[in-house]
């Protein structure tokens, strides 16, 4: 078939440096029937890059309270995200009870950034099996400056929270993030939050 969707397992991988572990990811693909593919970015050959995870920073999901996953002990303060107990499923119906968040160098998402858009940071939440969260999950980033103007968003100030759609193979906004009164963070906006594992980050889109 011209479209199939490939599931990248990155925890059967043996080469993960200790305490470390390789996260998921999905992707579709496109073939010509009866040629060989080659994925491409800008003209150049597109690879897949899969982030070390560490064992430590996964969070066992409470059945009773929403669970703060945050990055890593030291970051928990700057980049969490809130899960709502039993949120996390799969297409059919099962809950899962851990999550993780992993950063990303944005020169390393799974499909590059539509034309205008950057993000100073990006991160995959991880469910280990579950595909969507019952409700939108509230996520806040740290306030960075823009990586093309080194400007900083000022307390009040508005952007957007992106996310790759793993099923339709492309980044779709969310809704709007507000920067906290402090100028430190970007907080989500109520009812906005994250709806499935995978890619995610802050921008305001040019076109």
């Known amino acids: 078939?011209?479209?199939?969707?490939?599931?990248?397992?990155?925890?059967?991988?043996?080469?993960?440096?200790?305490?470390?572990?390789?996260?998921?990811?999905?992707?579709?693909?496109?073939?010509?029937?009866?040629?060989?593919?080659?994925?491409?970015?800008?003209?150049?050959?597109?690879?897949?890059?899969?982030?070390?995870?560490?064992?430590?920073?996964?969070?066992?999901?409470?059945?009773?309270?929403?669970?703060?996953?945050?990055?890593?002990?030291?970051?928990?303060?700057?980049?969490?995200?809130?899960?709502?107990p039993n949120s996390v499923r799969d297409d059919l119906g099962n809950t899962f009870d851990e999550a993780a968040i992993i950063p990303v160098p944005p020169d390393r998402i799974p499909e590059p950034l539509p034309e205008g858009l950057e993000m100073p940071v990006v991160v995959s939440v991880q469910t280990f099996g579950g595909t969507?969260?019952?409700?939108p999950a509230p996520v806040q980033f740290p306030n960075l400056p823009d990586p093309v103007t080194g400007?900083?968003?000022?307390?009040?100030?508005?952007?957007?929270l992106w996310s790759f759609n793993h099923d339709a193979g492309h980044w779709e906004l969310q809704g709007r993030m507000t920067v906290s009164e402090d100028g430190l963070y970007l907080v989500t906006d109520p009812g906005v939050g994250i709806r499935a594992p995978g890619w995610h980050g802050p921008a305001n889109a040019n076109s």
């Not at 010509?32 to 994925?39: D, E, I, K, M, R």
């Not at 969070?59 to 669970?67: F, K, M, Q, R, V």
């Not at 969507?132 to 409700?135: L, V």
């Open 1 to 84: 078939a011209p479209e199939f969707f490939a599931h990248i397992v990155g925890g059967t991988a043996s080469n993960a440096p200790d305490g470390f572990t390789y996260p998921n990811v999905g992707k579709p693909f496109y073939s010509v029937p009866g040629q060989s593919v080659q994925l491409t970015k800008d003209g150049e050959p597109f690879d897949i890059f899969l982030p070390p995870m560490a064992d430590g920073d996964i969070e066992t999901l409470s059945n009773d309270a929403p669970t703060n996953v945050g990055l890593g002990s030291a970051g928990k303060n700057s980049l969490t995200s809130l899960l709502a």
């Open 132 to 135: 969507r969260f019952d409700s």
């Open 151 to 160: 400007e900083v968003l000022q307390p009040g100030d508005s952007t957007g």
